[in-house]
């Protein structure tokens, strides 16, 4: 018996986001692979370079936004349902949700391909920040409005059942799966406030030309109070998946079951008001704020360090449980030869790499080195394009098996898979991040300029695009890889009650060592939403003082 | 609750470490001189012709009894004016104070290879200082992007030796 057996209703909702997921996931993924071959002029045959931006608006919006989105719905779908031993309360409810965020996801879809038909006059070639003036067709903005709704409703979902549960449980703490989900919930609720406020005040009634005019700068400000909580928001499940599942996966047990709920706790408190961080070069925020910012920023380190120690004592633990011996012997113990373990300890090294360039990002003045050059995608394509994406899809190969009821096939393949990402993502980004320090863009083309040279300080321009682009490809096949083996164990893997080891253990230190107050969901809720206040209100409230559409620009077509 | 002996020390390594890079961005601050972009004027984008932005390009100022230079750049989709069509001509270890936004869209500013690296927003107006140390050349890259030619917007700064210096191309 696994979860398809026991919870039949929430595997179909849990799979359908999983399908979602993945088709975005393809076509994102090769629009990327595009990228990397157009931008370092190793082939431009595919498209124009004035196309370049609509392609480039789908690989963000289809994986930074739907990939990520539909597939943390339908982990959590199982996590909820699986921790609190429930189905889902109502089926048209979850199909709601599900449907909504669907038909927004293709809306939005539509108006971006239609950046590629010639002659069209839909279409969205504004980036997945979509920074007015430039203005994209007003059925991209609602086709995002609708996902984040159908988001919100996802999360009510799973609080409803929390609730139900809790009539039957009056005494019992809240399990860690489920706790874990609920505070990801919170924290996007605290966030969206900006997106929504954003999309629906402000771009949709001008998109539709009621107003005219707009300031460019509110809307920025407000796309970046959600736009690094967003990055938690894809961060928070893969941590889920790393503290819940990965010490089961290398053979032993969570080390801390406080700790965990600490770290979730802090990133519920700090991952809103730290949004000006992205707007360090921006003229009209003051200093200070960007200073409080910045302190934040560097104190959100802290449950990422944290983090860093409980995955890696919960997995020295596992090694010593299969016999692992010394210091650091016990690493050759781990099993790696399972895909998901290698794809999740793979992503938790890379993310460690991108913490350290992240320091950098967050030094506010050190940061003005890198604004904006390729270092920052090369930057998040380690957190979450491999730490996020990667353990994602290392997970699949455990959760999948679970949710279909049929064992994984090509288990080979599968393992080549993680590795191959590796090896890719290492060349392409550490190239990236070289290439920004010489102060080349990112979003751009082609960034070959006619009247200067760009002076990397390591290597040459040349062979940091050539690992640019083979990268860029070795990503691509790694990715084929993937979906290979999960649509071949999807529809043609041996039946089985039990395809996988689905059971997790107890943590080391126990639930019974936590305090209480911890699970005072709305405590820490509250306290979120007055920190927030404190840090947006004041420079909010600022901006908007001349006028909410002042200084007022014109749109333009993008 | 009971946290291990070593996760406690980590934890404090971690504020450690967290207290560190804050020190480093206030040294850069205060002894580097190292500072950033803040809040300065607000300016209607489309009226920029009633405002120094009317006539971008390089001026020549006194303050404290020094030369110093002031220079005004309109970003627009896609080049930087002054800088794409003809450069941007300062002198060598001299203040020059830049002053840039937009009559358009978003851009960037960015003196390729340095710190000198800004938004232009407008409605916004962008102020920097600082000193050329050496007579070269530097590259202008829009790092933001503006539009569908965005790959294309590009400029130069052409920092010249202090006795070199042609104040037949400043504007009044």
Sequence with gaps: MTFLHHYPKAAKVAKANFIVAFIALAIGGFFGFVQA????????????????YSILTGHGVLLALIFTTFFIAGLFVWGVARSLDREPESMAFSWAWFWLMTIGLVMAAVTIIGGLVPGSSIRAAVLYTFYPPLQAHPAFYIGLALVLVGSWMAG????????????????????????????????????????????????????????TEIEPLLPRTLFWFFGHAVVYFWLLPAYYVWYAILPKLSGGRLFSDSMTRIVFIIFLLLSTPVGYHH?????????????????????????????????????????????????????????WDSPAFVGCALAGI???????????????????????????????????????????????????PQLTGRELKFKKLALVQPYAWFLGMTLMSNAMHRAGLAGVPRRTAEPQYSGFEFEPI?????????????????????????????????????????????????????????????????????????????????????????????PGALPRPS | MHIHKFEQFWIKLSFGLIAFFIATVVYGFVSMDLKVIGDYQTIDPQGLDATPFGTPG?????????????????????????????PITVPANTRVTFYITSPDVLHGFDVAGTNLNTMSIPGQVAKFTTIFPEAREY???????????????????????????DKSTLVE
């Design chain 1, 350 to 400: 890379m993310f460690a790499a991108g913490g350290f360039s992240g320091m950098i990002n967050a030094g506010m003045n050190i940061n003005l080195l890198i604004h904006n050059t390729i270092w920052v995608p090369g930057h998040f394509h380690l957190t979450v394009g491999t730490a996020v994406a990667l353990t994602f899809m290392a997970i699949s190969y455990w959760l999948i």
């Design chain 2, 58 to 86: 390089v001026r020549e100022v006194t303050r404290n009894g020094a030369t110093e230079y002031e220079v005004y750049v309109q970003t627009l989709q896609f080049a930087f004016v002054p800088g794409t069509s003809s």
């Design chain 2, 139 to 165: 590259g202008i890259v829009c790092n933001e992007y503006c539009g569908p030619a965005h790959h294309i917007m590009e400029g130069i700064i052409k920092v010249v030796p202090k006795s070199e210096f």
């Design chain 1, 37 to 52: 071959l157009h931008r370092t002029d190793v082939f431009r045959g595919f498209f124009n370079s004035g196309e370049y």
């Design chain 1, 458 to 550: 390591f290597g040459t321009m040349a062979e940091m695009d050539w690992q640019i682009a083979i990268g860029g490809t070795i990503l691509t096949i790694s990715l084929t890889l993937f979906l290979w083996v999960i649509t071949a164990s999807w529809l043609g893997g041996a039946k089985s009650d039990k395809p996988v080891d689905d059971y997790i253990p107890e943590p080391l230190s126990g639930v019974e060592h936590t305090p209480a107050v911890l699970d005072n969901m709305k405590l820490w809720f509250a306290l979120a939403l007055i920190i927030v206040l404190l840090a947006y209100s004041f420079p909010l409230w600022e901006m908007v003082q001349d006028g909410i559409f002042e």
């Design chain 1, 156 to 211: 009510l979902d799973w609080f409803w059942s929390y609730k139900e549960w809790r009539k039957d449980n009056p005494n019992e703490r809240i399990p860690i799966l489920t706790f874990m989900a609920l505070f990801t919930m919170m924290m996007w609720y605290v966030c969206t406030i900006g997106l929504a406020l954003e999309v629906v005040g402000l771009l949709i009634p001008w998109s539709l030309g009621w107003v």
């Design chain 1, 279 to 335: 707007q360090y070069a921006d003229a009209g925020i003051s200093v200070g704020f960007k200073f409080y910012a910045m302190a934040t920023t560097m104190l959100l380190l802290l449950p990422s360090l944290m983090t860093l120690f409980t995955v890696v004592a919960s997995m020295e633990h596992g090694a010593r449980q299969r016999g692992g011996k010394g210091y650091l012997k016990w690493i050759g113990k781990l099993p």
